[in-house]
């Protein structure tokens, strides 16, 4: 897929992957790109933690929004600013795509409550399952009604913003896809995570949560990969680049 010269694809980078998975795997622009099937000669890359700061907006074709390791709730100063970039965004109409983090900070910067879930961290290869708002949805209504995706989250959207509607739940997660808007969309779940990168990630989260009750091994068994929340960022992709042909 090539976007248009016009305008680059904005990846804003909100956190790093763990040192292992970056070894291995890249850090999450990289899995973005291999996973959207994204064009790095129309991309821009921007590393909040690292001090970097986007363009407004408008010099951009569209956003995708990354997960990190730090927590909606810290309100860091970088996260406080990508949070208001967002607001801007979407007064021009900006075609987002946040995943993981990048689905609490949407939520957040748009008025809804984030908070860690109550029933814990929620990992592995998951069945989503589609609500009937999502018929309608240009992007989500080629789904099935249950389809797999891959997870590692703590915080959650405790309650989306009344601009949002709900297109998808998990049996932990009551918000795992929102809509806001015509063109911006995000989902809990993470469609860059390949079966590979969770097959990485898992021993990882296990050496780091020895106590934990979750059964890591368990969760190793049934990671699979996830082709279908993937086409969520094939297709989101591709609507950037058709949006910028008609545009140009």
């Known amino acids: 897929m090539s976007l248009s010269a016009q305008k680059p694809l904005l990846i804003l980078q909100t956190g790093h992957a763990p040192e292992p998975i970056r070894a291995v795997h890249g850090n999450f622009p990289q899995m973005f790109i ?4 994204i064009d790095s000669q129309q991309l821009a890359i921007v590393d909040l933690q690292a001090g970097e700061r986007p363009a407004s907006p408008q010099h951009y074709a569209g ?3 990354t997960g990190s390791r730090s927590m909606v709730t810290e ?3 970088w996260s406080e600013y990508a949070a208001d970039w967002i607001r801007q965004a979407m007064l021009i109409d900006l075609p987002m795509l946040g995943a993981c983090y990048g689905h609490q900070l949407m939520a957040y910067a748009l008025g809804g409550e984030v908070d860690y879930h109550p029933q814990g961290i929620e990992v592995g290869t998951e069945e989503i399952e589609l609500l009937p708002a999502a018929q309608q949805d240009p992007l989500i209504s ?3 009604a ?3 995706a891959n997870l590692i989250h703590l915080q959650s959207v405790i309650q989306p913003p009344t601009c949002a509607t709900v297109l998808a739940r998990s049996a932990h997660d009551a918000h795992q896809i929102l809509r806001y808007g015509r063109n911006a969309i ?3 779940f993470h469609p860059e995570f390949s079966a590979a990168v969770m097959k990485t990630y898992l021993p990882w989260l296990a050496q780091q949560a020895a106590e934990s009750s979750v059964n890591y091994h368990h969760k190793l068994q049934s990671v699979t990969d996830t082709p279908l929340s993937q086409g969520l960022l094939l297709r989101f992709v591709a609507s950037v680049g058709k949006q910028q042909a008609l545009a140009g």
């Not at 291999?34 to 099937?37: A, K, L, T, V």
């Open 34 to 37: 291999r996973q959207g099937n």
């Open 63 to 65: 956003a995708v929004i």
């Open 75 to 77: 309100h860091l100063d």
């Open 142 to 144: 080629m789904l099935p």
């Open 146 to 148: 249950r389809f797999s």
């Open 186 to 188: 995000s989902t809990q």
